[in-house]
């Protein structure tokens, strides 16, 4: 129960978001995009959590959630497979925009050094063969073709209106997908009360929106995706 009071406040405040943008921009807000966006979190959070824990565990002596992530990862494959979304359209290829690729250099460096620095300075316990290699897969792999590839493609269609800045075309999509990915780490509701962590929700949705820049400039998932499991493993490696 507590799963489903968390997700319904994040998805009340995704429609909440929708409503003051279209209140500042009338006629820029396709709420038939933004309810399927909202529709793609549910599904997303309900599979993450096996249901809110009604399916039943296959990898019950595992550490990591791998079977939420795979789960979750195959219905995003598949969703995003179909005609009204598109893999090439969710950024799920591996080919690079063309001039894409020296232009990142630097944000990549930018984007690795910070972690190697987290990293450096609060060191971690020496980590199990199963935490490395689950951080060294799934969290980019699933995280980043949902939140930076479907949910962002949704989220580009609910919101129309978009600001040329640092070589890509922004809009509200790409604010919001990384507020929403910030709110999955830092945002919950247990024993009755709600809880909010601020400095989880920065280290999660700021570095976000360099991932949202890789994708728009790239094109693709793919680059998100090393540096994500690349920040999410630094630390155990070093």
Known sequence: ?????????????????????????????????????????????????????????????????????????????????????????????????????????????????????????????????ETIAFQLTMPGLEEEIFYRGLLLLALDRAFLSRVRWLGVDWGWGAIVSCALFGLAHAFGYADGSLSFDPIVMALTAVPSLIAVWLRLRTGSVAMPIVLHNFGNAIGLLV
Not at 17 to 41: C, E, F, K, N, Q
Not at 53 to 79: F, H, M, S
């Open 1 to 129: 129960m507590d799963g489903l009071v968390s997700i319904a406040c994040i998805v009340a405040m995704l429609f909440a978001a929708g409503g003051v943008i279209a209140l500042v921009r009338p006629g820029s807000v396709d709420w038939r995009w933004l309810a399927i966006a909202a529709g793609l979190v549910i599904l997303n959070d309900a599979l993450l959590t096996r249901g809110y824990g009604l399916l039943p565990e296959l990898v019950p002596d595992a550490r990591w959630n791998w079977q939420g992530k795979l789960l979750a990862l195959a219905a995003t494959l598949g969703i995003a497979a179909l005609p009204a979304f598109g893999w090439r359209h969710a950024g799920i290829t591996l080919r690079q925009a063309r001039g894409s690729l020296l232009s990142a250099v630097p944000v990549v460096l930018v984007y690795c050094g910070f972690f190697l620095a987290i990293a450096l300075a609060f060191p971690d316990d020496p980590p199990s063969r």
